[in-house]
């Protein structure tokens, strides 16, 4: 599947771990479709992942940065700016992680340093990327800025834990920041709402099996996958979406407008 529907466009993103990666799927649905980008990720997690081989196959550079350092970030705007001989037209903000969630500490008894710093990697670190763009004017006209979100910033789901409330953040900072360069460059800021995804983050979430075969039945649709979110954030990169902007956008086949389902009804029938 060919559309080059961003031929010419020029990117960075961030959040490609391994395979699983919704930010993996992306970087490769983005190439297909000719965009020229940068992948980035914490230089902890790049040790770790196989983000050379995905540079390799979509012929791109890697800089590392933390997402929530401002040195790394002034760095990898004025790099992917000279790397790629121009200004950005699409920016991916793929990151996730709670400290909380990580050490088993439930909603109720948080280590408020933890959960600090989780917010400041889930939810700040999406101000700082787009500060370091508007800072350096480094968006080209018409751009197009995401970031990745779940339901859980609408509707309680417990053991999604203080990522719920970071959440509710990314996405006000989508509508906040989406105002200011909206205005002055017609760049669009939105965040997606994705279904439940098997990769290293949404494992990570306790109970995580049991609720992807909910929100499958929950779904009309079924569960949207993370290739199929790879091509909506295509279309959402490409020109033919430049008045969609400071948006909440649900890719869940259908499970944000879902009651209940006839698969949910018979599981509890005598
Ligand atoms: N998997 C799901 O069920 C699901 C559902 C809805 C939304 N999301 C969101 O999608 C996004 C991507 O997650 P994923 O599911 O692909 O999992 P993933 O674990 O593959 O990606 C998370 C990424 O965040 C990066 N990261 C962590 N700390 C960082 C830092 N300080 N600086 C830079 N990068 C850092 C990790 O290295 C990793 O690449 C996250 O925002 C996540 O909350 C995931």
Request: hydrophobic share 40%.
């Given at each position: 599947m060919n559309y080059n529907l961003l031929k010419g466009k020029r990117g960075i993103i961030f959040g490609a771990l391994d395979e699983q990666s919704i930010a993996w799927k992306v970087a490769e649905r983005v190439h297909e479709e000719g965009g020229e980008f940068v992948l980035t990720n914490a230089p902890i997690a790049m040790r770790m992942g196989e983000i050379k081989k995905l540079s390799i196959k979509t012929n791109s550079e890697i800089i590392p940065a933390d997402a929530t350092n401002l040195e790394d970030l002034q760095k990898l705007v004025e790099g992917s700016v000279s790397m790629l001989g121009g200004k950005i037209d699409f920016v991916l903000h793929s990151i996730g992680m709670s400290v909380n969630v990580r050490k088993g500490n439930s909603y109720t008894?948080?280590?408020?340093?933890?959960?600090?710093?989780?917010?400041?990697?889930?939810?700040?670190?999406?101000?700082?990327?787009?500060?370091?763009?508007?800072?350096?004017?480094?968006?080209?006209?018409?751009?197009?800025?995401?970031?990745?979100?779940?339901?859980?910033?609408?509707?309680?789901?417990?053991?999604?834990?203080?990522?719920?409330?970071?959440?509710?953040?990314?996405?006000?900072?989508?509508?906040?920041?989406?105002?200011f360069l909206g205005k002055e460059k017609n760049v669009r800021i939105n965040t997606i709402s994705q279904s439940p995804t098997p990769t290293t983050a949404g494992k990570g979430i306790k109970g995580f099996a049991g609720f992807l075969s909910y929100a499958e039945k929950m779904s009309p649709l079924g569960n949207a996958t993370g290739l199929e979110c790879a091509n909506y954030i295509v279309t959402l990169f490409s020109d033919l979406t430049k008045k969609v902007t400071m948006q909440n956008l649900y890719h869940d086949g259908g499970f944000s407008n879902s009651g209940v389902t006839d698969e949910v009804i018979e599981k509890f029938e005598d």
């Open positions: 008894a948080q280590n408020y340093d933890f959960t600090q710093k989780g917010w400041d990697v889930s939810a700040l670190s999406f101000h700082k990327v787009c500060q370091t763009l508007h800072k350096n004017d480094a968006m080209n006209q018409w751009g197009s800025i995401l970031a990745l979100t779940y339901i859980a910033a609408q509707r309680t789901f417990p053991d999604y834990n203080d990522m719920a409330d970071n959440k509710a953040y990314l996405e006000s900072i989508a509508r906040s920041f989406g105002y």
